[in-house]
């Protein structure tokens, strides 16, 4: 099935739609979420994208992250991608949303309208292996000193996503 994306201008409305990978080679503005999603101890599962990823591949990002479909609001679609990825749902809150843009390698541009929200969740994790390599909960100081220490483990727009996050969330 290929993918598309919907096209938005700075103000969130639609402009239209464009398949996925080309709105990625041409970096032109589309919707996005971000899912944090924390257990009781307060640590964030992170996941390491599959290696057979077209971009960012084995780089280590927020727990899910996706693009909301055609007629799919943005908090249906992280819904979605969760049970898709991970294999479970929860209750999500948005937190905040932004625009960025940033380089991925591969030519590919992210320029996204980015909804982000947070949940809470204790269960099994049954992870995609067509999205995900591995997945693991860390403390969030440990993960800024690690960004800090190893910013290439990362994908570019986790690393500018976190940096906005931080006001949102306690340590």
């Not at 464009?18 to 919707?31: F, I, N, P, S």
């Not at 625009?99 to 049954?126: C, L, N, P, R, S």
């Not at 690690?146 to 727009?157: F, M, Q, V």
């Amino acid at each position: 099935m290929v993918e598309h994306v919907i096209l938005v201008n700075e103000n969130d409305e639609v402009q239209g739609e464009m398949e996925k990978q080309e709105a990625h080679l041409k970096g032109v503005l589309h919707r996005a979420f971000s899912i944090f999603i924390f257990n009781n101890k307060k640590e964030l599962l992170i996941q390491q994208r599959a290696k057979i990823k077209y971009h960012s591949a084995l780089k280590w990002t927020n727990t899910c992250c996706s693009h909301p479909r055609v007629g799919e609001s943005y908090l249906e679609g992280a819904h979605r991608r969760l049970k898709e990825e991970l294999g479970f749902n929860c209750e999500l809150q948005k937190k905040f949303d932004f625009i960025y843009k940033a380089e991925v390698g591969d030519g590919m541009i992210e320029h996204e309208y980015d909804y982000v929200f947070t949940g809470q969740y204790e269960g099994e994790i049954h992870i995609n292996p067509l999205e995900i390599e591995s997945v693991k909960w860390i403390n969030l100081i440990d993960l800024k000193k690690d960004i800090k220490l190893h910013p290439d483990n990362y994908t570019e727009w986790f690393k500018i996503i976190f940096e906005n996050y931080e006001k949102y969330i306690e340590y």
